[in-house]
């Protein structure tokens, strides 16, 4: 179904208090239908507080989320989950002596409430199994499907968490610090991996390494002390005094993709 809306997410006056300390202060985001949206910022500034807002994983003191057009503020983290709204875990280590494939399926197995159904049959396992060689291919993990999560390089773990996020097929996909510790070469893997995942979806990312996020976010909004400060693509917020002041000073090295 096609929706009239440019915006698939969208939040209004959205802000969270905890214990008068305000985390997220009235903040508008608007995000592009099929765009990779980075949330980027300094430590403190509010980008995870807002991530867990968006994916119900906290509840907004006051404001609203919408999700193309329809009010999600009081819908439940599994409820927006099986909407279409699918945030990515450090799963690579439930399940550490068991294959790629099969951690890939359990994530599946979960969203689809067959969890506790293993006996049932093998045919569902087997329908399961397609969606997941699929999104195996699409992360670039296919040759490493019977190999042990455990024996995995910390780069092809994170690629293993994407890849069970988008078995789920998700219309938006969420994206928590997707390079987090990664060596260089495992950055450039992720990155293009995320462009590539990106295909027909949106993509909403809290990234730190700003080399990435020139690389392949559409539109960034910068977060300050819990606001939102600008907003615009790379050239824009990157010359904007006020996030030059806030976030470049103090991220030198990070521009330079370290």
């Known amino acids: 179904m096609e929706h009239s809306t440019q915006y698939v997410i969208e939040t209004s006056n959205l802000t969270k208090e905890f214990l008068g300390f305000v985390a997220v202060n009235d ?8 765009t990779i949206h980075a949330i980027i910022g300094p430590n403190g500034a509010g980008k995870s507080t807002c991530f867990n807002l968006i994916t119900k994983f906290l509840t907004p003191t006051t404001g609203k989320i919408l999700f193309n057009g329809n ?5 439940s983290s599994s409820q927006i989950a099986r909407e279409g709204i699918v ?11 068991m294959t790629v494939l099969e951690n890939v399926r359990i994530g599946l197995q979960r969203r ?19 969606r997941v060689l699929d999104a195996l291919e699409k992360v670039g993990l296919a040759d490493f499907a019977h190999e042990q ?4 390089p910390y780069g092809r773990k994170r690629a293993l968490e994407i890849a069970t ?7 938006v996909m969420l994206l928590d610090e997707p390079t987090q510790g990664m060596g260089h070469e495992d950055v450039e893997r992720v990155t293009e991996l995320i462009r590539k995942v990106a295909e027909g979806r949106t993509v909403i990312m809290v990234e730190h390494n700003m080399k990435v996020v020139s690389n392949i976010a559409d539109t960034i909004s910068v ?3 819990g606001e939102l400060i600008a907003e615009g693509n790379y050239e824009t917020v990157s010359n904007n005094p006020q996030v030059m002041e806030a976030y470049m000073g103090s991220a030198d090295t990070e521009l330079q993709g370290h």
């Open 87 to 97: 945030r990515s875990f450090q799963i690579s280590a439930v399940f550490p002596h």
């Open 27 to 34: 903040v508008n985001l608007k995000v592009k239908r099929h």
């Open 149 to 152: 999560a455990v024996n995995l």
């Open 223 to 225: 977060l300050q002390r």
């Open 112 to 130: 689809l409430g067959t969890t506790f159904h293993f006996w049932k049959s093998d045919k569902t396992l087997d329908i399961l199994n397609d």
């Open 71 to 75: 009010d999600i503020t009081g819908h």
């Open 165 to 171: 996020t988008v078995a789920m097929n998700p219309e």
